[in-house]
Structure formats: C-alpha cells, structure tokens
C-alpha cells in the first residue's frame, strides 16, 4: 500500500532512461511523477494490427509496412532547405521517407535495419514517399508493434516512441508492484453499479489496448472517474458555500424596492420576473448566493441588476457591479444611474481612468457607506478600494473575467450576496461542469416587439450592394457598425486592421458619411468618446474591433456588417449581431466571408437560419469543441484529462447522478479533492471558482 503510493507520486528519474535532461523534457508535458506518466492518456489511437506490403500501399491513406533500411542520403533544395530521404524495401517494392530540416534523422537508422512503418501515403508517378513517417525498429521486439498504437500529446523532443516506451516501463513496474488495486479512486459500489473496470486494468488498456472493445472500456472508465470526481468537487463546494458560510440575510422586499419596480418604463417578462424571485429568496436566505443569471442578448438582465442592487441598499448595505470594459461600465452607470437615483440612490462608476482626486474622493465615499452602488471595470478589485458593508456582488459578463478576479471582488465584503450575468449562453453539458457549483436562472424569452435580425452570408463579390445597403440606412437616419476581422491573440494587429478598414471605407463607400473608429489599443477617453458620439447619432457609421462585442446599447443602429465572418465563433457572432435590433426599427447582420470551406459554410448558414443564442451555443460547442467555445477570451473551462463533453454527454450525466446519490465521507472528499488538484493544477482554482 505505501509502496505502491510512493510508486505513483515517485519521480520520473526514477525510470531507466530518464536522467535530467528527459526529465526536463517530459515536465515541459506536465510530467513529473510515474503517476503523472500513466495518467498522460493518447490523444488517439492508430490501428497497425494490419500491415501492407510496399506494393499495396494506398495513395493517401495511413497505412503500415515492414521493410529494411537499403541506403540514407541528404540533400538541399535550392531554397536551402534540407531533406533527408531513407529508401527502404520490401519483398514488393521501394518506398522513400522523407523528413524535412531535421539533419538529425540520418544517424538514427542504419542500412540493413528492420523497421515498422507508419505513416500518410504518397504515390507520384509510381514513386512512394512518406513524410515525416512514424518508425519502430522491429529488432526492439515491442509488444506494441502490429497492434493498435496509442498517439500521445508530445512535443518535439519527446518522440513517440519514447514516450511510449517510458509509459510502457512504468506500467509493468505498476502492474507487478504489490497493492496497485489499492491506487482505485472509485467506490466499489459505484464500480459496480456502472459496470465498470478497475483502474489498473483501465490504465494499461488506456495505453496499449488489446482489443478496440478493451480501449472503449477503458476509455468508459475513465471518462466515468473525471466526470464524477469533478462532480463530487462541485457538489462539496455548493454544500460547503451554502451551509459552511454564513451570508447576509436580506429582508423582504420594502419601500423602496416596490418603488423602483414600480417606476420602471416597461412590465418585466415572465422569465425576468421568475429570476428576479430566485434571487429574492436566495438574498433573504442566509446562506451566501451563488446565482448564474443566463439571459441572451438584449433579455434585460441590466434591470435584474438593478433591483436586485436596489433591495441589498434597501437593508442597508451596498453593492458592487463589475463589468469588462469601460465603456460597458458607462453604459451600465448611466442606466442604473437614470432607474434608481430618482430614488435617492447614491451611484458612482470607478474606472480605470479617473483623476487621482476625484478617484479617491469615491474611493472614501465608497468606504464611509455614503454611496450605495459602485459601478466600475477592474478598477473595482484593486486593493484600495474599501466597502463600508458590501451586501451584493453582480459580475456581468463574466466569461470575460478570471475567478480570482471575481473572488477578489467578492472578499471585499463578508459573504456578501453573488450574482453572475452572462449573455452567452452556455450548453447545458458545459454548464454542468463547469458551473456545476452554482444555481442558475435563465432568461429565454426577449421583451415583447422585438423584431427577428434578419441575417444574410455574403461574398465579398457583394459587398458593394453590401455597403449601399447600410449607406441607404444612414440616409433613412439609422446607424451602422461594421466589425473588422478578428485577430486572435492580437489585440495589436487587430487594431492596426480597424484602422486600415476605416481608412478604407472613409476613402470608398462612407466618403461623406461621419464614420468612428473604435479599437482596443485606443485610450479609454478617445474610446468613450467615440462611444457617446455613436450613443447621440453624431457618428453613423461605427468600424470597430470585437470591442464592441459585449453588451453596447444603441437602440436606433440596424446594420452591423461583420467582415472575415468565418473567423468568429456562432457565440461570438451571435453577441456582435446583438448589437443590433435593440429598439424599434427592423435591423439586418451582414457575414462577409469568401470562405468556400465546407464546414464554414454551414456555420454562416446556421446563423442566418437561428436567432436563438441557446440553439447556436449548443451547436457552437459541438462544431468547435469546448477549448474554442469561449473564444481566445475563454475562462473557466477546465482542460479535461480525458473526457469530451461533447461525445461524453450520455457519460457525464451518469457521472453526476452517482455523484449526487453517494454520501462521500470527509476522507474520501479530502481523497477527491486531493486527486484533482494534482490533475488540474493551476487550473483548479478556475474550475472551482475559488
Ligand atoms: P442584456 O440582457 O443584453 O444586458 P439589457 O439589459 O441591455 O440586455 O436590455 C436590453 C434592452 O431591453 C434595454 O434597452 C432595456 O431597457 C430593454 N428592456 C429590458 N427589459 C425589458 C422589458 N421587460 N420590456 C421592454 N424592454 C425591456
Ligand atoms: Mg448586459
């Protein structure tokens, strides 16, 4: 038993064939425990159990072949570039591998060798070539040669090979180490009542599986212990929040809430008015609240704030709303600011580019209680900033933040009251993982009279129509956004793009039109005042980056042309076509995109048949996975070992069913919490919101 836990956590030197240099190499993969090596799954799987001869090789399949080394040559192509080519024969014929700039390859085989071939096949004019094929020596005698062959993660000092040799190696000394059942994280029960596979028989299918059945039930497996002990995590977190911390116990709604809903402009919808009751009762609940409110675009979460901020000053206490970007901090002042001040509800918005008097003048009223509501960016969690009482926490947009952020907001007061808005919505399968520790309330429906975006896929062949459509309604006194191309992980290029677009279209079809131009690298004032001068319809025509992306309200635009439509997400196009159709008028998103990619294609189709957020979010993560749904400003999601929570749906609901029937004894939660540390490391904070 302790021989065997030392095993797991013993350092990888402890291999042969690892001194420091590989160790170096492997920790670059987050390898440094054997536990840590058996537990770097395949990526996927080749199937080599049929080997080919040379002269049955298929033009462009991946195919295996077993053939000998015959002579090694290097040569340079006039680009200087350098190519080392190992012709190698079977019984049937000649085929040529090939590696590019990679010198290194020419001493590794011999003439005379026998190797194992995989790899893509080329035929040209009856020559083969494989390039950059994958080898095995058949000499090494490797269990693994002619059978279905895991493909790991690696990088490009860690060849397969080696990889898989060094997981081989510590899967016999697990396997014939005494005690290594004991190394089972799963409750017999639980073990039993999914019909699964102990962990030791699992670990050694996972790596080199006997059989395809055997690999799928390994892969069940362990698919089944991530799901289920992320859920085990998440439920003890909730339990934990809702009845380890005591939070502020609001009291039932009072004067001044039933004036604010009484002088709003609107009658709230069905689905607003159900959130605001969950919300209610969790605030006038003592335990903490940890509420995600889920509304689409343009739902009216905005007024959800507000009363909810409203009730948390009626007690006496006050309340903190943090937004991602200046502007959308403005706009969600001047909103506030216009439903409660009347109210005699003192609003100040803290951002990032206040003087230091004025900044400080807040900061002090902020700390004596003498303003109940603070609106503001990240400016809001910096150290200095002291709350007299913070009684509720609203995060808006909060995709756009990382945890520690919004727990950092939250620490400013004592448990106060959480509330989480989103206008992406996230698929059910996500939001069990990753939200699994928060309730939920979705607003759906849209404020009546909304009319449907109509949504048109373009070529670039139309964009002049495109653009005379928008020019025709600047004329009939609309406004128009047009959307550069993103640039992911480039906020500079990007910006450099915007520019160029402006000068572009203020040169060509917005000659005589007053354009603005709005982009993250300009300064927060130049920024706001492009922003008001859109907001007051003194500029018509707005050319902007993603900045615009997140939450911006002028009702009296219609057009936004999104150009290079291909290179967004359905999320992220369904929050810029957002932008549009906030008011009365009939309003129109243009995709321009010369994509002919088939798959490209279909996701421009999809956006211009669903209006719906929820339906595109579903269909978003299925076409682009989970790491890409976010976009380059993901947050929260964590990188599972193993699980796909798009394949693995059917798996992640039993998982969380086991989970919330099993009553987990502190040990086996410590045992839990202990096992995901160590998987997701750094990320763990960010899956646990903590
Ligand atoms: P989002 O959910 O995207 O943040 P907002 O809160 O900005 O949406 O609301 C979008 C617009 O809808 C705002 O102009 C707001 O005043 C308006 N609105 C919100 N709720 C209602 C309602 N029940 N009836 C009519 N208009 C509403
Ligand atoms: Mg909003």
Request: one cysteine or more.
């Amino acid at each position: 038993m302790i021989i065997i836990q030392k095993l797991w956590s013993a350092k990888i030197q402890f291999l042969k064939g690892v001194g420091p240099a590989n160790a170096a190499r492997l920790s670059k993969l987050n390898i440094f425990s054997i536990g840590q090596l058996l537990e770097h799954y395949p990526r996927r799987y080749e199937d080599r159990s049929k080997i080919k001869l040379i002269a049955e090789l298929i033009d462009g399949h991946f195919e295996t072949f077993r053939a000998v080394v015959m002579n090694i040559s290097e040569l340079k192509t006039y680009r200087g570039l350098k190519i080392v080519k190992i012709a190698v024969r079977d019984s049937s014929g000649i085929a040529h591998l090939t590696w590019f700039n990679q010198s290194y390859i020419k001493n590794k085989y011999r003439p005379g060798m026998d190797l194992i071939i995989f790899g893509k096949v080329q035929r040209n004019h009856g020559i083969i070539e494989i390039n950059k094929p994958d080898i095995e020596l058949v000499e090494r005698n490797s269990p693994s040669t002619g059978r279905i062959m895991p493909v790991y993660p690696a990088t490009e000092d860690i060849p397969q090979w080696q990889l898989r040799s060094l997981i081989e190696q510590a899967l016999q000394i697990f396997q014939s180490t005494p005690g290594s059942e004991s190394t089972e994280i799963l409750p017999a029960d639980i073990i039993i009542r999914f019909n699964l596979i102990n962990r030791q028989q699992a670990l050694a299918n996972i790596h080199f599986p006997v059989s395809m059945e055997t690999l799928l039930q390994a892969r069940r497996r362990l698919v089944f212990e991530e799901l289920y002990l992320l859920q085990c995590g998440l439920a003890y977190i909730k339990q934990k929040m809702k009845y380890g911390s005591k939070g502020i116990k609001h009291a039932r709604d009072n004067e001044l809430v039933v004036a604010v809903e009484k002088s709003l402009p609107f009658a709230l919808t069905a689905d607003q008015l159900q959130t605001l009751r969950e919300i209610k009762t969790d605030m006038e609940d003592t335990t903490p609240m940890q509420r995600l409110v889920q509304g689409d675009v343009g739902s009216g979460k905005t007024v959800i704030a507000a009363i909810s901020l409203a009730k948390t000053v009626e007690n006496g206490y006050q309340g903190a709303m943090m937004a991602p970007t200046e502007i959308l901090a403005e706009q969600h002042y001047h909103t506030l600011a216009r439903l409660l001040a009347p109210h005699g509800i003192k609003i100040a918005v803290l951002t990032g580019k206040l003087n230091r008097k004025i900044r400080e003048e807040i900061l002090d009223n902020i700390k004596t209680g003498l303003i109940d509501i603070v609106i503001g960016t990240h400016a809001l969690i910096q150290d200095d900033v002291e709350f007299k009482h913070l009684g509720l926490v609203v995060t808006d947009e909060q995709h756009r933040f990382g945890v520690r952020q919004r727990s950092k907001l939250e620490a400013k007061g004592n448990h106060p009251d959480v509330l989480i808005m989103t206008a992406t919505p996230i698929p059910r399968t996500m939001a069990l993982t990753v939200y699994g520790d928060l309730d939920v309330s979705i607003i759906r429906e849209l404020p009546p009279g909304r009319q449907p975006i109509a949504t048109y896929a373009r070529n670039n062949n139309r964009r002049e129509k495109v653009y005379g459509f928008a020019v025709g309604q600047i004329k009939a006194g609309r406004q128009v956004y047009i959307v550069c191309p993103l640039v992911e992980e480039s906020e500079k290029i990007e910006a450099q793009s915007a520019v160029s677009m402006y000068n572009e279209l203020t040169a060509t079809f917005f000659r005589n039109i007053p354009c603005g131009l709005l982009h993250g690298k300009m300064k927060p004032q130049e920024k706001e005042a492009v922003m008001a001068a859109f907001a007051n319809g003194n500029i018509k025509a707005l050319i902007a980056t993603t900045v615009i992306e997140v939450g911006v309200n002028v009702p009296n635009a219609t057009v936004i042309i999104i150009e290079g439509a291909d290179r967004f997400g359905l999320a992220q196009l369904h929050q810029l076509r957002g932008r549009v159709g906030r008011g009365e008028y009939k309003s129109y998103c243009i995709l321009l995109s010369d994509s002919t990619n088939e798959e490209t294609v279909e996701r421009l189709k999809i956006m211009t048949e669903v209006n719906d957020g929820f339906i595109l979010a579903e269909k978003d993560l299925v076409l682009r996975g989970p790491g890409q749904f976010f976009g380059t400003h993901q947050h929260g999601m964590p990188d599972l070992k193993i699980a796909d929570i798009v394949r693995d749906t059917d798996i992640l609901l039993e998982a969380r069913q086991a989970a919330q029937q099993t009553v987990c004894t502190p040990e086996y939660l410590e045992k839990v919490w202990q096992t995901l540390k160590h998987w997701f490391g750094d990320k763990f904070s960010m899956v646990f919101h903590r």
